[in-house]
């Protein structure tokens, strides 16, 4: 799988696995979406938000360090787990007022790309 693979280039490292490289971004766009959220909250959903989105790309690179595949796949189902826990916390973020759908759409497409490649990897490394 491109995506996955790294755009055809061999993978040395987690750091050239495409999937990482979004979750990575991912992150970015969690901090400066949740950045705007009530200083209330900075204990709430700002902090279980930011901490799903980092278990993502940590994840992906903790199972590739592992040099295991059945091991990898594991953490590949955690990031899974993670993309799916933020994307229910930015819905609920939306629905409470915290920011606006438009606001919110660059993560939650994140979001979906992540969560699509992670399906692809671990279908990839199950073959």
Not at 40 to 44: A, I, P, R, Y
């Given at each position: 799988m491109e995506?996955?693979?790294?755009?055809g280039r061999e993978i040395r490292s987690y750091k050239d696995l495409v999937v990482w490289q979004k979750g990575m971004m991912l992150v970015k766009e969690v901090y400066l979406l949740t950045a705007k959220f009530p200083a209330?909250?900075?204990?709430?959903l700002i902090q279980q938000m930011r901490r799903a989105a980092v278990s993502i790309p940590?994840?992906?690179?903790?199972?590739?360090?592992?040099?295991?595949?059945?091991?990898?796949?594991?953490?590949?189902?955690?990031?899974?787990g993670s993309a799916a826990e933020l994307e229910t916390q930015t819905l609920l973020a939306i629905s409470l007022g915290h920011c606006?759908?438009?606001?919110?759409?660059?993560?939650?497409?994140?979001?979906?790309?992540?969560?699509?490649m992670l399906v692809g990897l671990r279908r990839s490394l199950s073959d």
């Open positions: 995506g996955a693979r790294g755009a209330d909250e900075k204990f709430g940590s994840n992906i690179a903790e199972g590739h360090a592992r040099r295991s595949t059945k091991e990898f796949l594991q953490f590949l189902s955690h990031a899974s606006s759908q438009e606001g919110a759409q660059k993560a939650l497409n994140l979001i979906e790309e992540v969560q699509r």
